[in-house]
């Protein structure tokens, strides 16, 4: 079995290579807008345009070429064919019905990143790695990588810059240890999740606890003068408040979904659109929405949550230790009386109390959705409805199955560029 893991660092770079990550930055930018523009023009002229990541690439010498734009050739090209790469991968997203269409990046909105998928080299030992056409950076080892090393992306964060290496090793199937136990598990607010054997964890509040800090920050930034220095700095102060937030929920996930995926061969969860949940009642100005100020509490609570980013670590980490998840369709689940099979609206009169109106039979309301979404799921899974949300890839996908993933046009590389990115010992940094 093929496993592809990914392994984050915090970078050290010196303000040289500082100023440069920012520059490969602005020009990847830069190709992604001008592209997306350019498919408008095509499209424009021509209804029945697509574009292809060969016609992107086709257009990277051109735009070098040009005086007003000759400031791309400072850029490693295999950056800016990546954030082409990254455009066409937007595009299928948008037409396989998987996110909305395309918007332009705009600065300081947009997370900014660039990736390389040769030429870098890691020394591990010496605790730095090597950028094409940026040179040795020095970054933070917190741990050892484990496989070879395929591509690296460079992320700024609000407290710097940051490096993620995609390995890939080829490891024996694993066996799950808890082979044969089986649970099914209801998402939450009150509750992250209700395990139907009882088990559970309190909802998460990252955002909530940080919600007047965030206010009040935003309300001395709105008092000062825009883009002067102590501006910049509150803007600083606000985005590190909004990591905090979202580093807190990560570890609080990471845990969670650890504990569960040990604890479990097997896991059900609901097969939820979480997209169509948060969806905002406001409506339109000729018919406006009710309950507007509920329905944006109740969004910002579930988002709160990170279920889209918890439901991603169940199937990584199953993946990992040999385990299967399930999505079960969770219609009436917290409404079906676990014993006699009753569907009421009224067997939940309260958030959390469930009282069937037929048996009498009464629990935790949480607990008994997870107690249907777990039989529910033997049902269809025993049936062969169910498909592993977490199957392992066995063999690597021909490069000529999706777009893109084609080759890279042959042009002009750094001349400080090498091959595929590889782990070893290399010259120190200078001092």
């Excluded at 040009?66 to 997203?93: G, I, P, Y």
């Excluded at 947009?110 to 094409?132: M, N, T, V």
């Amino acid at each position: 079995m093929i496993l592809r893991k990914a392994f984050q660092f915090k970078l050290r770079p010196d303000g040289a290579s500082c100023r440069k990550l920012a520059r490969f930055c602005g020009c990847a930018r830069f190709v992604y807008n001008k592209g997306l523009a350019w498919d408008q023009e095509e499209r424009a002229k021509d209804p029945n345009f697509r574009i292809s990541y060969a016609k992107l690439c086709a257009l990277l010498p051109q735009w070098k070429k040009e005086s007003e734009t000759a400031w791309l050739n400072e850029c490693h090209s295999q950056v800016l064919q990546q954030s082409m790469k990254d455009l066409v991968r937007a595009f299928m997203n948008f037409f396989e019905g998987r996110a909305s269409f395309p918007k332009f990046h705009k600065k300081f909105r947009d997370e900014d990143s660039i990736r390389f998928p040769q030429g870098f080299k890691l020394d591990e030992a010496g605790k730095q790695i090597y950028l094409p056409s940026i040179g040795w950076v020095r970054y933070r080892r917190s741990r050892f990588i484990e496989g070879a090393a395929k591509n690296i992306t460079v992320t700024r964060k609000a407290d710097g810059w940051y490096v993620s290496i995609q390995t890939e090793r080829e490891v024996a199937d694993p066996v799950h240890p808890c082979q044969g136990k089986e649970a099914g598990i209801d998402m939450g607010v009150v509750r992250l999740y209700s395990c139907s054997d009882g088990t559970h964890a309190a909802g998460l509040r990252c955002l909530r606890s940080k919600l007047d800090k965030l206010a009040d920050a935003q309300r001395r930034l709105k008092r000062m003068v825009k883009f002067s220095k102590n501006w910049k700095k509150q803007q600083q102060r606000i985005a590190l408040l909004h990591k905090t937030v979202a580093d807190t929920r990560r570890d609080v996930l990471q845990k969670a979904a650890g504990e569960l995926c040990k604890n479990h061969a097997v896991l059900y969860r609901e097969d939820l659109k979480i997209r169509n949940m948060t969806a905002s009642a406001s409506g339109t100005v000729e018919n406006p929405g009710s309950h507007v100020k509920q329905k944006s509490g109740l969004n910002r609570a579930i988002l709160d949550q990170g279920w889209g980013l918890f439901f991603g670590m169940l199937n990584a980490k199953m993946t990992e230790l040999g385990g299967e998840v399930y999505a079960v369709p969770p219609q009436h689940t917290s409404q079906t009386c676990p014993v006699c099979g009753c569907v009421d609206k009224g067997n939940r009169k309260t958030q959390a109390t469930f009282c069937c109106t037929s048996c009498g039979y009464k629990a935790n309301a949480d607990e008994v959705a997870a107690k249907n979404i777990f039989g529910r799921g033997q049902r269809l899974r025993a049936c062969g409805e169910l498909v592993a949300l977490n199957v392992a890839q066995v063999s690597r996908p021909s490069r000529k199955r999706s777009v893109v993933q084609q080759q890279e046009p042959v042009e002009a590389t750094s001349p400080g560029s090498v091959g595929r990115g590889a782990v070893g010992n290399h010259r120190p940094l200078g001092r």
